[in-house]
Each structure stands twice: as C-alpha cells, then as structure tokens.
C-alpha cells in the first residue's frame, strides 16, 4: 500500500510538472523570451519544481520535529545523479549529444562548483541557515547572470497556441498538483523505509531522485527526438546547477539540516567524478557518442547497485 502510494506521489509529481512547464512555457513564448532561456531558465526549473516541493514538505516536518533531512538532501542529491547519469545516458544512446566549448566550460564551472560548495557546507554535518540562504543566493546569480548575457538570447519564439489565461490556470493546476503530491511523497516514502528497514536515505537518493527526475526525462527526450539536443542538455545541466544549489537551500534557509556523513563520503564525491566525466568528453569529443553515453549511463546503474546492495 506504501509503495502504490508512492507511486501515486511520483505519478502526481510529474503531472503537476507537465502541466506547470506547459503554462510556463506558453507564457514564455507569448511574451517573446528565447529558446535558450526557456530551454536553460524555465523549462529547468519549472521541471525541479517537485525536488523544490519535496525539500520545503520535508523541512517543515523537521520543524515539527521529524527527522526528513535525509530526504531532502538524498532527493536532490538523486535526482542530480539521475539526471547527469540514468537521463543524460539515456538521451546520448538515441540522439548524437553536442554543446558549445563556451556552454561547456562556463555552465560546466558553475556546476561543478555548486557540488563542491554544497560538499563543503555539508562536511561539518549540518547545513546552516547561513548556508542555505547562500546557496540560494549563489543560484539567484548564476540565474541572473544567464538572464543578462545577451549571447544566449538567440532569438525569439512564435506565440503558443493556448490562450494567455489557459496558461496561467495551467501554471496554477500544476503547483497544486505539484504540493499536494509532494506531501504524499514525503509521508509514503518515510513510512515504505520504516515498513521494509531500509535506509531513508536509499528511498531518497535511488527512488524519489531517480522519480522525480521524470519531468527531465521526458523533456530530454522529446528534445532528442526533434533533433534540439542543445536544449536536452542545457536543461539537464540547469537543472542539476538547480537541483544541488536550492531545494537544499531553501530547506537549510527554514532549519538547520543534517548532511548525512554517508552521502558526503560517497554521493557527492561520486556526483562530482559523474559530472566531470559528462563534461570531460563534451570538451575534448565535442559531443557524447552512444558508446560513451552507454559508459555513462553504465556508471549510474553501477551506482544503484551498490546503493542497493547496502541499503
């Protein structure tokens, strides 16, 4: 029953997303924003909107006096890998992957970095108020600095075909969806640890990370299929910048949050060689080839074994 209910709660997560990203985007478009900034800015964050609402149900209960910091760093922290590692590998095995050098070098450094900060915030064991509010202030200035580049305005987007007001009750359908499946993610997937004697963190990191990284999946792929592939990945990597930087942030920035030192030992680390690798062959391939994305891909599911085997 906890796992259908789970289920339910995933299934919901990623409803509430599509029909959030289907109003934003269409407002997007109505109001003339680009591509690139729809691709990189709102589809990215408007995809993370379940992470987000997982870690702000999840802090509140902290509040209340419920030990959920496990799932709020272990969900973002999965769905980061799920994204880089089980999506990213996915997309590569259909579509040939390219990215620019600048897009690479520039996004891939801030990235890279939003891991090590989140690391070293995370080493004492705890993630401070302090701390959360500058992890949302780091992404705050990595968002408004890709907002201002005028080198990734490239061009403007025809109108959508919905009705201004259709995507604004579009946007609001979806946050709704979005909360109430959030709570009913949160409450299933500590009762379903609880139930088998599994680790909380294994339900965050493999289940709800791997879950709630549907809305990329589908996006990455659908981008693949039409043949927009820079969109795919810009997504994938604004998304993983999203995921490591706020919904921890903003969980820290309502109470203090433990950092589990397994996940600082294991997770991160693991985290930042993922990436460095997907990044390493977008330099110097100009692009992930199946065989490497199958590599990758390979890497991720190799985790999850491990995960598993010591759950």
Same mark, same amino acid.
């Given at each position: 029953?906890?796992?259908?209910?789970?289920?339910?709660?995933?299934?919901?997560?990623?409803?509430?997303? *599509?029909? +959030?990203?289907? %109003?934003?985007?269409?407002? $997007? *478009?109505?109001? =003339?924003?680009? #591509?690139?900034?729809? %691709?990189?800015?709102?589809?990215?964050?408007?995809? &993370?909107?379940?992470?987000?609402?997982?870690?702000?149900?999840? $802090?509140?209960?902290?509040? !209340?006096?419920? &030990?959920?910091?496990? @799932?709020?760093?272990?969900?973002?922290?999965?769905?980061?890998?799920?994204?880089?590692?089980?999506? @990213?590998?996915?997309?590569?095995?259909? $579509?040939?992957?390219?990215?620019?050098?600048?897009?690479?070098?520039?996004?891939?450094?801030?990235?890279? =970095?939003?891991?090590?900060?989140? =690391?070293?915030?995370?080493?004492?064991?705890?993630?401070?108020?302090?701390? /959360?509010?500058?992890?949302?202030?780091?992404?705050?200035?990595?968002?408004?600095?890709?907002?201002?580049?005028?080198? !990734?305005?490239?061009?403007?987007?025809? /109108?959508?075909?919905?009705?201004?007001?259709?995507?604004?009750?579009?946007?609001?359908?979806?946050?709704?969806?979005?909360?109430?499946?959030?709570?009913? +993610?949160? #409450?299933?997937?500590?009762?379903?640890?609880?139930?088998? !004697?599994?680790?909380?963190?294994?339900?965050?990191?493999?289940?709800?990370?791997?879950?709630?990284?549907?809305?990329?999946?589908?996006?990455?792929?659908?981008?693949?299929?039409?043949?927009? +592939?820079h969109l795919s990945v810009g997504n994938?990597?604004?998304? !993983?910048?999203?995921?490591?930087?706020?919904?921890?942030?903003?969980?820290? $920035?309502?109470? &203090?949050?433990?950092?589990?030192?397994?996940?600082?030992?294991?997770?991160?680390?693991?985290?930042?060689?993922?990436?460095?690798?997907? @990044?390493?062959?977008?330099?110097?391939?100009?692009?992930?080839?199946?065989?490497?994305?199958?590599?990758?891909? *390979?890497?991720?599911?190799?985790?999850?074994?491990?995960?598993?085997?010591?759950?």
């Amino acid at each position: 029953m906890e796992f259908f209910a789970l289920l339910l709660g995933l299934g919901g997560l990623w409803l509430g997303t *599509e029909a +959030t990203i289907r %109003g934003a985007v269409s407002i $997007a *478009e109505r109001l =003339g924003v680009s #591509e690139f900034i729809v %691709g990189v800015a709102i589809l990215s964050i408007g995809s &993370d909107l379940p992470e987000l609402a997982i870690a702000v149900d999840a $802090a509140i209960k902290i509040v !209340n006096g419920v &030990d959920a910091s496990d @799932l709020v760093v272990g969900s973002s922290l999965g769905s980061s890998l799920g994204q880089i590692g089980f999506v @990213l590998g996915a997309a590569g095995l259909i $579509a040939f992957l390219t990215l620019p050098r600048r897009v690479v070098l520039q996004h891939g450094a801030v990235l890279l =970095g939003s891991i090590v900060f989140l =690391g070293l915030f995370g080493y004492d064991g705890i993630v401070t108020r302090t701390e /959360g509010i500058s992890l949302v202030i780091l992404y705050a200035i990595y968002l408004w600095l890709l907002l201002t580049d005028t080198r !990734n305005h490239v061009g403007e987007e025809e /109108g959508g075909h919905a009705s201004f007001v259709a995507s604004i009750l579009y946007l609001l359908i979806g946050l709704a969806i979005i909360v109430g499946s959030a709570e009913l +993610t949160v #409450e299933s997937a500590k009762r379903l640890a609880v139930s088998f !004697n599994i680790e909380q963190s294994f339900i965050a990191i493999i289940i709800i990370g791997l879950g709630s990284s549907l809305p990329e999946l589908s996006i990455s792929l659908a981008a693949v299929i039409k043949r927009r +592939t820079h969109l795919s990945v810009g997504n994938l990597i604004g998304s !993983n910048v999203f995921d490591t930087l706020v919904p921890v942030g903003v969980a820290a $920035a309502i109470t &203090d949050l433990q950092f589990n030192p397994a996940m600082l030992r294991f997770e991160v680390p693991f985290l930042f060689i993922l990436t460095l690798t997907v @990044l390493h062959v977008f330099a110097t391939t100009k692009g992930i080839k199946r065989y490497e994305a199958a590599i990758i891909l *390979e890497m991720y599911l190799g985790y999850a074994v491990i995960k598993f085997a010591t759950a």
